[in-house]
């Protein structure tokens, strides 16, 4: 299995400019998320995912689109990028939602907005 | 807001310490969680700890939890250079729908 994988891992934006990052999971999982993460804040979740065609905010979503498709796959689209949106952002999913559930991370985008 | 504080913000220590980072949290829990990154990768899952629970241990990681100071700690007995890395609480909803993380810790093992 190759886990949660994201691409791209790098991505240079200019303000004003729109971008999907992927997220792609083989584990069959129900629940999946995206969380930012910046320096002193820890992560942060912009949105989230309980199963296919389902989708809800999480604390930070606003500049953020998102939807779920299939079960494997869940887009997060800048719709129109600003630089505080300079971040590194994490896919993560689980079995389900629910109580013991520990997230599976991808490793990573790493978005500059210029 | 956050919901997971922790403290210290960064820690270094001598190989074969230990090393004992806290983390506070505000409202009600279903489980609390302890993840580990390394520089410039994802988290990694460590352990995890229901709201019934006191006490759990898995390898050289102690993790307690008391809810009503609503706190938790997490050990690492013997200290390796490995275990360089930033480690996270994240506390789980009582609907389960999310995980929240607190800043973290650096922890800095001296060889």
């Given at each position: 299995n190759a886990g949660v994988t994201q691409t791209p891992k790098f991505q240079v934006l200019k303000t004003g400019q729109s971008m999907t990052l992927q997220c792609a999971q083989?584990?069959?999982?129900?629940y999946m998320s995206w969380y930012r993460q910046d320096p002193g804040m820890g992560l942060r979740l912009i949105h989230y995912s309980v199963g296919a065609g389902i989708t809800d905010q999480g604390e930070v979503p606003n500049g953020y689109n998102v939807s779920r498709s299939t079960t494997e796959d869940f887009p997060l689209r800048l719709l129109s990028a600003a630089p505080s949106q300079t971040s590194v952002y994490f896919c993560a999913s689980s079995?389900?939602?629910?109580?013991a559930e520990k997230l599976f991370f991808g490793s990573g985008t790493q978005l500059s907005v210029l | 807001s956050q919901q997971g504080e922790e403290d210290p913000q960064a820690l270094s220590i001598q190989e074969g310490e230990n090393a004992t980072m806290n983390c506070s949290y505000k409202t009600s829990i279903n489980n609390l969680q302890w993840y580990r990154q390394n520089s410039g990768r994802g988290l990694v899952h460590l352990i995890l700890i229901r709201s019934n629970e006191r006490e759990k241990h898995s390898g050289r990681l102690r993790v307690t939890l008391d809810t009503s100071k609503k706190s938790s700690s997490l050990l690492i007995t013997a200290?390796?250079?490995?275990?360089t890395a930033s480690y996270f609480c994240a506390t789980e909803n009582l609907s389960g729908s999310r995980l929240t993380f607190g800043e973290g810790t650096q922890l800095t093992v001296n060889p």
């Open positions: 083989d584990m069959n999982h129900e079995y389900s939602s629910g109580d | 200290s390796r250079a490995a275990d």
